[in-house]
């Protein structure tokens, strides 16, 4: 007992001595406690709902001396319209079951269904800033202050084709109220003449300077 007892006074001399009587200092907190020198990044808020994408998340700590600590993701050339317009999610039709005492109507559809799909997800992008006679007066117009290159390109892209417009040709004059988001938008532009034709020579024209000086710079070089 009395070498057990010498040995603790041993081992409480050196703690004091190296620690200055205070006792070992407390042990580290767990990972994700305390607070975290890693500044905030910014939340970027779509303005469509967006799909969800199955990866796992990055803890603030986890990403230093990473390039997710040292991008500015405000400063990356990316098109948020455009990445709205691939990776928003369909909106679901309406319900034909009875909804406060009233009976909702099914969607007339003309358009095949992923050609319908892909049509309303592309107008999310005009979504609270053009309507569709907006966006008919602009085309006629060649607005370009209403218009971007971005948008031309999509409407160009999404414009509807001739057999298209036969199909919906008898919704022209009598249009039904639940009529489908696409069809209604084909023939509000159905009227413009050489729609197609039009939105590629608009395209050309916007995108002229740009080939210009890449062409310019490839014969330099």
């Known amino acids: ?26 042990p580290p907190p767990p990972p994700g ?6 500044p905030q990044k910014p939340t970027i808020k779509p303005s469509v709902k967006m799909r969800q994408f199955n990866w796992t998340k990055l803890n603030y700590n986890k990403t230093r001396n ?20 691939y990776f928003a999610t369909n909106e679901a039709a309406p ?7 009233k009976r909702v109507k099914n969607i007339v559809s003309v358009l095949e ?12 992008r005009f979504k609270d800033r053009l309507g569709f006679e907006d966006i008919k007066r602009a085309i006629l117009n060649l607005d370009e202050n209403r218009l971007t290159k ?3 390109h999509y409407l160009h892209q999404y414009a509807p084709t001739q057999e298209e417009i036969e199909l919906l040709k008898p919704f022209t004059v009598n249009a ?11 023939v509000v532009l159905m009227s413009i003449p050489f729609l197609t034709e039009r939105l590629g020579c608009w395209e050309v024209m916007l995108n002229f300077v740009t080939k210009i000086e890449a062409v310019s710079y490839t014969h330099l070089t």
């Open 1 to 26: 007992l009395s070498s057990s007892s010498a040995a603790s006074d041993v081992y409480k001399r050196q703690i004091n001595a190296e620690y200055g009587g205070g006792g070992p200092p407390p």
């Open 33 to 38: 406690k305390g607070a975290s020198n890693t």
């Open 66 to 85: 990473t390039i997710w600590e040292q991008i500015d993701e405000t400063k990356v050339p990316l098109s948020g319209s455009e990445l709205e317009a």
């Open 95 to 101: 319900s034909s079951s009875p909804r406060h005492g």
């Open 113 to 124: 269904r992923n050609r319908a799909n892909n049509i309303a997800i592309m107008l999310c």
């Open 150 to 152: 971005d948008d031309v």
């Open 176 to 186: 039904p109220p639940n009529l489908g988001v696409a069809e209604k938008f084909f």
